[in-house]
């Protein structure tokens, strides 16, 4: 299958995004902003539909849209929690004016199902470029923080003694957050961003409680999911990302045997 350029192309994109989504989604769960990254995926759908409409390649919409709700999600701090229902309907309204765009612009109709569910097979090389710099940014940037993160993560009251911004945490993490779950966009799709983001970070802290092994794990079988889905998908002729679904379903129901 790597005779194929667009394969090489697959696996490259699928193993950064990978990486990224394992880090990235760890702290989204120790932090309880699984939803809310969820939201920020839908964010990106409307982002990437408007960037179609006015002629702009629809991963710089995503970006900017995702980027920027992440900025305003994590300005509002610890208020955000406990905040479903408002998520909800900002979800669901931006999947609203998502689709509003693409009937504005009827052209590009058919580039709805790969936004929805992903199409890493179609991962040109300047796609591939903006993936690598995506992840690389959110990765440092990650690292940068990584230790007042975890320590507001933890110990929020605490944290906020000692001088540590919550806010600005929160900002700063979902600013890289956003930016993790535009790059996934392009492997999963906006629906299934859980599959990355979340499955994998979930049982990595199911299996252990160290940080280090933790974000190891969590990498480690997003990147098993992301390049076995592919290899299946190869062979079998079926969607790429229901294979990555089903692997993240049975590797965190493994998880929870050993957690048992």
């Excluded at 970006?63 to 479903?84: P, Q």
């Excluded at 320590?151 to 979902?174: C, M, N, T, W």
């Excluded at 190891?216 to 294979?243: E, K, N, R």
Aim: aromatic share 10%; glycine share 12%.
């Amino acid at each position: 299958m790597f005779e194929y350029d667009f394969m090489v192309n697959a696996f490259a994109a699928s193993g950064i995004v990978a990486v990224l989504a394992g880090v990235v989604g760890y702290f989204l769960v120790m932090r309880g902003q699984t939803f809310a990254g969820h939201a920020l995926s839908h964010v990106g759908f409307t982002g990437a539909t408007g960037a179609v409409l006015i002629g702009i390649s629809p991963i710089w919409g995503m970006i900017g849209f995702t980027l920027a709700a992440g900025v305003g999600m994590g300005a509002l701090g610890e208020r955000l929690a406990g905040r479903d229902v408002a998520i909800g309907v900002i979800l669901s309204l931006s999947l609203g004016f998502g689709l509003l765009f693409l009937h504005f612009f009827t052209a590009y109709a058919t580039q709805v199902t790969a936004l929805l569910f992903g199409n890493v097979l179609g991962v040109n090389a300047s796609t591939l470029g903006v993936l690598a710099a995506l992840g690389v940014v959110s990765l440092v940037a990650l690292a940068a923080i990584m230790r007042p993160l975890l320590f507001a993560s933890l110990q929020p009251e605490l944290a906020e003694a000692k001088g540590v911004s919550l806010r600005l945490v929160s900002v700063l993490f979902l600013a890289i957050a956003a930016l993790a779950v535009a790059a996934c966009t392009q492997i999963v799709g906006v629906l299934l961003v859980f599959t990355l983001m979340v499955g994998p970070a979930a049982a990595a802290q199911n299996m252990t409680t160290r940080l280090s092994t933790g974000l190891v794990l969590a990498a480690v079988f997003a990147l098993l999911q992301a390049w076995l889905g592919l290899t299946l998908a190869f062979y079998t002729d079926w969607p790429t990302s229901f294979w990555i679904t089903v692997l993240s379903a049975l590797v965190y129901g493994g998880s929870l045997l050993k957690r048992r």
